[in-house]
């Protein structure tokens, strides 16, 4: 899918929603709470109130360490909405701690390693034909593409999360927020 230097400035818009600047400086608020670049991933999350199940799953995890290390990392943190459109139970059962390595595997299928921006993902994806494929921290295949001036993340199960808000900026690297869980294979 090829698409023109305008949809590409559209895509950017719209990729960067919610009034998201692509200024260094500039960050879009998250779940009510501002997000500060000189702070790491953990210490974002932890005040956005869209996210209180992903930090809960994070933590149950062991994964808070990992988060706040020097990265840099890129995430695409799913809302505690996305975690509630999962089957009846899946949460629940992802956090008991005899499912400690699945929901690791859950989550890490969220993380890339490296700092990819929205500019970056789009350019790599107008450059590769409409799509772009890279590898989770958890090893699973993720494909980003562009669709209607939006970016979709699909995980192997064909699943697409829309990113919803872009460059979240952290001392550590980028999130940007998803509206559905990657499920890794």
């Known amino acids: 899918m090829k698409t023109s230097a305008a949809a590409f400035v559209a895509a950017s818009i719209g990729f960067a929603s919610a009034g998201a600047a692509f200024a260094m400086d500039d960050n879009p608020m998250v779940g ?7 702070k790491n991933i953990v210490e974002n999350a932890v005040n956005s109130a869209d996210h209180t ?8 995890a062991g994964l808070v360490e990992t988060l706040a290390s020097e990265g840099p990392f890129t995430v695409f943190a799913p809302t505690n909405a996305a975690f509630e ?23 890490t299928a969220h993380v890339v390693a490296g700092d990819i921006k929205a500019a970056d993902l789009i350019k790599m994806i107008e450059d590769n034909g409409g799509t772009y494929n890279f590898t989770a921290v958890s ?3 993720l494909t980003a593409q562009l669709n209607d001036g939006n970016v979709y993340i699909i995980d192997e199960n064909g699943n697409a999360a ?23 294979k």
Do not use: R, Y
Request: aromatic letters at 2%; charged letters at 15%; glycine letters at 6%.
């Open 32 to 38: 009510g709470a501002p997000m500060f670049a000189d």
């Open 53 to 60: 199940t992903l930090v809960a799953a994070v933590k149950a």
């Open 85 to 107: 459109a999962l089957p009846a139970g899946t949460v629940e059962t992802l956090l008991q701690p005899e499912n400690k390595d699945m929901l690791t595997k859950v989550l």
């Open 139 to 141: 090893g699973d295949a």
């Open 162 to 184: 829309k990113v919803t808000i872009a460059d979240v900026n952290q001392s550590n690297g980028v999130i940007h927020v998803v509206n559905s869980v990657l499920v890794p």
